[in-house]
């Protein structure tokens, strides 16, 4: 049972335009949710993280927007560039740290110059 | 901060022999550190979760007797994939989690293997 769950799978933007990937989660036990950008053979990085205290997070370009009710997050990435082109992933986690981080299937993301 | 290290980055083997892949945390004292697997154009795959001085915690369907994991300190871990076969050739990752309640996890840059 896939526990988050990741939308689109691939994405096109043209450069300077917003870039939206949408996530949703089941297990209402999860309280961290990151976004972690990967670029083709290297490791993922962590992008943007935010807890569910809050309903949004901003960061320069990249905006995460949650909605706690729904138990629905999403990444808004604004003004977006060439070098934002990559592989994008949401995840999700719980305080106990023995709890696994759970990762959606990512977005393949590309900006068009 | 809170940097990972792979090594090698990139290995090629024979079939049968083994390759031992390392995992450090730079800057930090990782008490727990995750082994992934990627296949292209897919998500990670969880591997194992090790923690510090204590055998490793293997998902289902990993057989840990292939994939022998070590956490010998609080900032290295090593995966060992013995007799390497070539449906082993993926994209290893690691992840490390820090002390003091941080739940965020930080990735090394990746281990390519290919075997023979």
């Known amino acids: 049972q896939q526990q988050v769950k990741q939308s689109p799978q691939s994405l096109i933007v043209q450069k300077g335009g917003i870039s939206i990937i949408n996530c949703a989660y089941e297990?209402?036990?999860?309280?961290?949710f990151p976004w972690y950008q990967q670029f083709p053979g290297k490791g993922p990085a962590l992008l943007i993280a935010?807890?569910?205290?809050?309903s949004e997070k901003k960061e320069g370009r990249f905006t995460i927007s949650f909605n706690k009710s729904a138990k629905q997050f999403s990444l808004h990435i604004m003004d977006s560039q060439p070098g934002d082109s990559a592989t994008y992933f949401c995840?999700?986690?719980?305080?106990?740290?023995?709890?696994?981080?759970?990762f959606g299937k990512g977005t393949r993301l590309h900006i068009l110059p | 901060g809170a940097v990972v290290s792979q090594h090698p980055s990139r290995v090629i083997c024979k079939s049968g022999t083994s390759v031992k892949i390392e995992c450090r945390s730079l800057?930090?004292?990782?008490?727990?550190m995750f082994w992934y697997r990627q296949f292209p154009k897919q998500s990670l795959m969880l591997m194992a979760t090790s923690n510090e001085g204590s055998k490793a915690t293997y998902e289902q369907g990993v057989e840990k007797d292939k994939f022998l994991i070590n956490h010998a300190s609080l900032t290295l871990s090593t995966l060992t994939v013995t007799s390497a076969h070539p449906e082993d050739s993926s994209f290893y990752i690691c992840?490390?989690?820090?002390?003091?309640?941080?739940?965020?996890?930080?990735f090394g840059p990746g281990t390519r293997l290919l075997v023979l």
């Open positions: 800057d930090f004292q990782a008490t727990t």
């Open positions: 935010i807890r569910p205290d809050v």
């Open positions: 297990n209402t036990a999860f309280d961290y």
């Open positions: 995840a999700a986690s719980s305080m106990n740290r023995d709890d696994k981080i759970i």
């Open positions: 992840s490390a989690r820090g002390v003091g309640g941080q739940e965020t996890q930080y």
